[in-house]
């Protein structure tokens, strides 16, 4: 067995917080994804990578399983919209409305997309799209 498929989610996450390479934790979420193919947050941690990596189409595939697997994540659906403009693809509005539903429910919900929006941010600053979804959502200009 190789490291990634040892790592658990938590595992993964806190190596992504200590700032390892994404090249590496991405081959630790695929693992992730083999291992446990009906896990939502799995997915949408793929997803985040590949968008990080500019990889927006397989981002996008990635955010659809998520998804597919938990529609009510708004994480979820931050990742699905992002990778859809990104890809260049249209119908984003519904994603983002229902994030933002789910978010205007659960102040923690909305405190961890804000962090991870401006983690998105942090890592790369120039992600025009993000910063549209960053003025949707929480309404701030970056």
């Not at 939502?40 to 968008?51: E, G, K, M, P, Q």
């Amino acid at each position: 067995m190789t490291e990634s498929t040892l790592t658990t989610l938590e595992e993964g996450i806190e190596r992504y917080k200590a700032g390892e390479s994404l090249e590496s934790l991405l081959e630790v979420f695929k693992g992730l994804s083999e291992r446990e193919p009906k896990n939502a947050t799995v997915w949408a941690c793929l997803a985040w990578l590949y968008l990080l990596l500019d990889k927006p189409k397989t981002a996008l595939k990635a955010a659809q399983k998520s998804v597919k697997l938990e529609s009510k994540s708004p994480q979820g659906r931050v990742n699905l919209a992002l990778a859809m403009m990104d890809a260049g693809e249209t119908g984003v509005r519904p994603h983002i409305e229902v994030a933002s539903q789910i978010m205007a429910l659960d102040n923690q919900i909305r405190q961890d997309v804000q962090e991870n929006i401006r983690d998105g941010l942090e890592r790369k600053p120039d992600w025009k799209n993000l910063k549209r979804i960053k003025t949707w959502l929480i309404g701030e200009e970056s």
